[in-house]
């Protein structure tokens, strides 16, 4: 292996490690500004949370795992639901607990099954679904109603979709052609052969990352509208 093989490695598990660092930092940050909006004064972890949280994990780790291709993008993007435990964990106890599910799915699914995509794929779930659970848990925490957390779902949905695209576009796609010394046209040819209308970088987010952030935040979204009231009482009852 070269040395700029080894440095270009290195410096995507820093950048991967610094972005993943400050997620958890930026829910502390959010969860703080939301206790003090409504006057919480539960403890943002405890004992029995964090063995929620890691219940969760291990559900969210079996749902990364279990990922399926989908028809209108190329066979390394993957449609899975392993953000479901999270959003459950963010609405019941705060966007620190939906993040740390999500960080934790991460750890144990390199710990049960390498990575295949340079740990590209790990990031862009990681950094893709904290945005959604960030974004959902954060405005359900300002006003816990029921329109709210449709309100919550839906903001998540779109700012998934959006940052998602960009992100993407921007670093992902780069990143994951120099680890794998694959040019960017290739990888927009693996998507012009599914659909005619990719023939760039834009089109591809737009037809191909889009559409699959958009269906894995309404599916996810709908699920915890129809079982979030009925595990509230449970998770709430062993959170203090």
Not at 183 to 193: H, R, V, Y
């Amino acid at each position: 292996m070269s040395w700029s093989v080894i440095v270009e490695n290195v410096t995507f598990a820093l950048v991967s490690l610094a972005i993943m660092a400050a997620s958890i930092a930026a829910a502390v940050l959010f969860e703080r500004a939301a206790r003090r909006r409504t006057g919480g004064t539960e403890r943002i972890l405890s004992t029995r949370k964090m063995a929620v949280i890691g219940l969760f994990s291990a559900i969210a780790v079996i749902l990364f795992i279990l990922d399926f291709p989908v028809f209108f993008a190329p066979f390394f993007y993957k449609m899975d639901l392993s953000e479901l435990p999270a959003l459950i964990a963010g609405f019941a106890y705060g966007p620190v607990a939906g993040v740390l599910v999500e960080f934790f799915k991460i750890l144990l699914k390199l710990a049960f099954k390498a990575s295949s995509t340079a740990l590209v794929g790990e990031l862009a779930n990681f950094v893709i679904g904290v945005s959604f659970i960030l974004t959902a848990t954060v405005l359900y925490h300002f006003k816990k109603t029921k329109r709210r957390a449709i309100l919550s779902c839906v903001a998540g949905t779109l700012v998934m979709t959006v940052f998602g695209s960009v992100f993407n576009a921007v670093y992902l796609l780069p990143a994951f052609s120099n680890l794998f010394h694959m040019p960017l046209e290739e990888i927009i040819a693996l998507g012009t052969k599914i659909n005619g209308g990719i023939t760039d970088i834009t089109t591809f987010v737009i037809l191909a990352v889009a559409p699959l952030n958009l269906l894995k935040g309404a599916a996810v979204s709908l699920i915890t509208i129809l079982v979030y009231k009925k595990l509230s009482p449970i998770l709430k009852a062993h959170s203090a």
